[in-house]
DNA sequence: GTTAGCACTCTTTGATGTTGAGTGCTAATC
DNA sequence: GATTAGCACTCAACATCAAAGAGTGCTAAC
């Protein structure tokens, strides 16, 4: 896919402006910047259009960028935004003082993602195949209510309310506590299946009958706090892009069930850029995805970035998703660290 | 405002077909089911446009309610659906074994309202002026860094991470509860100000660098817990009603900024209804809000509802909301007894 | 290889006419 | 006095048509 020096040009210009306008983009306008006649830019145009890198909407109109054109424009043209130190700056300061769980961190991270892109963010929170339980604690609500809290390697905490039939009772918890130490902390939540919760339950005796709730809570808890969670926000600035009409709606929908948009961040590279079609997804056909990987401690755990039109700005919105997952990184890591 | 028994039927018939089909309502159709020509029914509408009743939207298009005409069908026309056993059954089965906070409930109870509506739920967790601390713990996560967790009296749960420069011993953990215990337990959140902490961290001598941090995040985190937060759901539904298209924007940022809202839900009777422009609220003018307060041991301290069309079906939407909001104050009562 | 020129295509806009739904009014009827 | 049939009227919706304008593709000249 070799094209001339010129081709690219007129090719990025052209995306580029109708990445601005969201209007066809004829060949008089672009005269000026290149200095050659419309003439020769139209048998230029012609020619990307033949291998399929711009598109007319009809005969009389100009030209916009197909997939397949922001695809090589992304790989090849675009010329990406350096953030002055300001807009770092601006950026590192939203998590100067957020304390916190990731669940949190992650959220604020994408509602600022969002604002600054005008797309929808998503984000998905540590997920690591290695995690492991490394902490379990009862908080006493009533007599016959605990809070399970447990904290997981990663960082990650959650907390359930779980009751009992019977008084939950100094006893009951150093139990709790004992069988949590032996056989739950230093463990990955899929170590254990309800099974073996039921036959450990079982063999407490007397102690069973109230025990089985709570560890029956404990597994599900560990389950949900090893999963990822998706984090969106920002789904109404989609409705501004008109193109997108017709699209929103399955959009919302595919966000509220997201298994595939995970799969989609999950994949690939550090840097995760899906153009339309490329999805695979009915549902985002007409939407790009963009998405950096965060580390934590070193590996890549989680994934932030954006939906928005495919002709979103990508020079500009990349890096900001790549500066962002970085400090989302830090944050996390000096976390775990402590 | 005394109607004729003809009027009113024909009020109600436009109004119940309006609501159906989206569409004006003309003369002809209402021949039938009132079995009086086509004449004497436009005579009538015309009179219930006179008094505001009923709109048209073209001088040759049928008649639509108007806001006005919608208030008096819900005051004095509407059928209220009488919910089936099964109906009671589907929605009490939902929180069968909802364990869990008030948060999760509410949002259960969001869902299931947004499916059941295809309107847009919104939901405020419990809100008591009178709401005190029941009790506070501390949950070690590492060294430096524990995990503050919240009881209200409510049953609300919160927590919250709190990172100290030096390691936090069980001293200081013991520390840390007495105060508790004589400061914070069984005190509301505005029982002490930001001032007041740091006095009485000030007053602690060697202890106040390690308390400070804790006793700070105690206080954001009391006032956090009580407050009321307000949740959302199914805002999605919203894009199938094409009257609302240039509003769903302004409807979305609403609620992203729900202040408004909250007291909205909160005025009036158990049952509040606010049809249009009755909210005051520039975004809303298009929409209805109806929502129903929920109590939680005698008292009313939260809300759930939905934002719809103003052309909504209220006469099977508010049966859905009562029962919806009656089943979460029991749910949330059984919790607080215990 | 580049470009001026021109015919061609197709959207957009506005004007015009037609159709059909639904009204309001009047006069006749019950 | 209430009801209704009849009819003229209004207006959105739709189709047709013409004109304007944007942009193209092609050809021939440079």
């Excluded at 991270?109 to 998905?124: F, P, R, V, Y």
């Excluded at 379990?136 to 309310?161: A, D, F, N, W, Y």
């Excluded at 709790?176 to 099974?195: K, L, P």
């Excluded at 102690?207 to 920002?234: N, Q, Y």
Aim: aromatic share 6%.
């Amino acid at each position: 896919m070799e094209l001339s020096e010129r081709k690219k040009k007129i090719l990025a210009s052209v995306t580029e402006r109708y990445i601005m306008t969201g209007e066809p983009v004829g060949s008089k306008v672009l005269c000026d910047s290149l200095s050659v006649s419309s003439a020769t830019i139209r048998n230029e145009m012609s020619e990307l259009s033949e291998i399929g890198f711009l598109e007319q909407p009809h005969t009389s109109a100009g030209r916009i960028p197909s997939q397949k054109g922001f695809r090589f424009y992304v790989n090849n043209l675009m010329n990406a935004y350096e953030m002055s130190d300001s807009d770092r700056f601006a950026v590192k300061s939203h998590f100067d003082n957020s304390d916190g769980e990731p669940h949190e961190i992650l959220s604020e991270a994408a509602k600022l993602l969002s604002e600054l892109t005008g797309c929808a963010a998503i984000a998905l929170t540590p997920y690591d195949r290695h995690a492991v339980i490394k902490r379990i604690e009862l908080v006493p609500v009533s007599m016959k209510t605990v809070l399970i809290v447990i904290l997981m390697s990663t960082g990650v905490i959650k907390s359930r309310i779980c009751r009992c039939d019977t008084e939950v009772d100094i006893k009951t918890a150093e139990l709790f506590y004992n069988i949590a130490a032996a056989y739950f902390n230093g463990h990955a939540a899929d170590d254990f299946t309800v099974a073996d919760i039921q036959t450990l339950a079982a063999s407490l005796g007397e102690k069973a009958f109230v025990m089985t709730p709570l560890l029956i809570v404990l597994t599900e808890l560990a389950r949900e706090a090893s999963e990822c969670s998706v984090i969106t926000d920002g789904q109404s600035g989609l409705l501004h892009y008109k193109e997108l009409e017709s699209d929103v709606y399955g959009i919302y929908e595919c966000l509220k069930h997201p298994s595939s948009l995970v799969s989609l961040l999950n994949k690939g590279n550090e840097l995760n850029i899906s153009i339309g079609k490329e999805s695979m997804n009915r549902a985002l056909e007409n939407v790009s995805v963009v998405s950096s990987k965060y580390a934590v401690g070193g590996k890549f755990v989680g994934s932030i970035g954006v939906i928005g039109p495919v002709r979103m700005d990508y020079a500009r919105i990349i890096p900001y998703i790549m500066y962002i997952s970085e400090t989302v990184g830090n944050v996390l890591s000096e976390m775990i660290d402590e």
